[in-house]
């Protein structure tokens, strides 16, 4: 009988499972954006934009269990493009960043949506950071052969990715609720031109290293 418990497999999934965590907790494009828009926008704008992110994390991920490092040796074109649009979207979040800083904006400018934007807007939004950021892929490619070694069960497959969701979930979604409670919103808000000056240098660095990385 085949077996398709994860267990003999845990050692493994532990590491990719801790690896993951460190991933989506440190300071990022999509971690900031949910951050902001809960500052400006309140919880129900933050889970909105954090279901998007995990959203297209996570498709990142079932394209990346099911061979997608095959296919990037095969259109490797598709990915400079990718990686190239990314670094312009940086450069962008840090120019905004950068004015609203000068100007003294009340409003965190990281990813700024208008109020009238729909939570079907801001899920879209959310899942855009993840599907049009080449680190996410080569971040799953490197975290599935932590946590999938070849000739693993199926059971392992189903645990790993299911783990990551769970993680995931809990961390973005912390963030969003974290920074869209009252206390929160006004330390963000008093320091907010320190902050966003921050926010402006570290996506300008993160731009300039997506598009200089060998990816």
């Not at 899942?127 to 975290?143: D, E, S, V």
């Not at 783990?163 to 320091?191: D, E, N, Q, T, W």
Request: some cysteine; aromatic content about 10%.
């Amino acid at each position: 009988m085949l077996d398709l418990t994860p267990t003999p497999y845990l050692p493994q999934l532990l590491v990719a499972w801790t690896a993951y965590i460190i991933a989506v907790a440190s300071p990022g494009p999509a971690v900031l954006a949910i951050i902001a828009t809960s500052v400006s926008r309140g919880r129900s704008a933050g889970l909105a934009l954090a279901f998007g992110v995990l959203s297209g994390s996570y498709t990142w991920a079932m394209l990346t269990a099911s061979g997608l490092s095959a296919l990037i040796r095969t259109y490797g074109h598709a990915i400079i493009v990718l990686k190239i649009a990314g670094a312009c979207y940086l450069f962008w979040l840090a120019y905004n960043a950068l004015r609203a800083a000068m100007q003294g904006d009340a409003q965190p400018s990281a990813l700024r949506v208008p109020p009238t934007s729909s939570l079907k807007k801001l899920y879209l939004k959310g899942l855009g950071i993840h599907l049009t950021n080449p680190k996410a892929i080569f971040a799953w490619i490197m975290l599935v052969s932590l946590g999938m070694p070849e000739g693993a069960p199926v059971g392992v497959t189903a645990a790993f990715i299911g783990g990551c969701m769970l993680i995931g979930l809990v961390i973005f979604c912390g963030f969003a609720i974290v920074f869209s409670l009252a206390p929160v919103h006004r330390a963000y808000l008093k320091s907010r031109r320190i902050i966003e000056s921050l926010m402006a240098g570290f996506f300008a660095f993160a731009g300039f290293k997506l598009l200089t990385a060998r990816l």
